[in-house]
C-alpha cells in the first residue's frame, strides 16, 4: 500500500470524518453519518483505494 494521499487532503479528510462521526453520534444527523469513517479512515493511513484506478496521488513528488 503506497501512500496517495497528501498533507493537506488528509486533514481535510481526517477534519470531515471526525465531523461526520460527531454529528452522527450526537445525533444531529442521521445513520448517514457513520459513513465518517470513510474519509476518517483513509486520511489516517494515507491511502484511498478510489485513487487507484485512475492513477492520483496529492502526495508530493
Not at 453520534?25 to 485513487?51: D, E, K, N, Q, S
Amino acid at each position: 500500500m503506497t501512500a496517495n494521499v497528501g498533507t493537506v487532503d488528509r486533514a481535510l479528510r481526517i477534519a470531515a470524518g471526525l465531523a461526520l462521526i460527531t454529528a452522527a453520534a450526537m445525533g444531529w444527523i442521521g445513520v448517514w453519518g457513520w459513513i465518517g469513517v470513510v474519509p476518517l479512515a483513509t486520511g489516517v493511513f494515507r491511502f484511498c483505494p478510489a485513487y487507484m484506478p485512475f492513477g492520483l496521488s496529492t502526495c508530493k513528488r
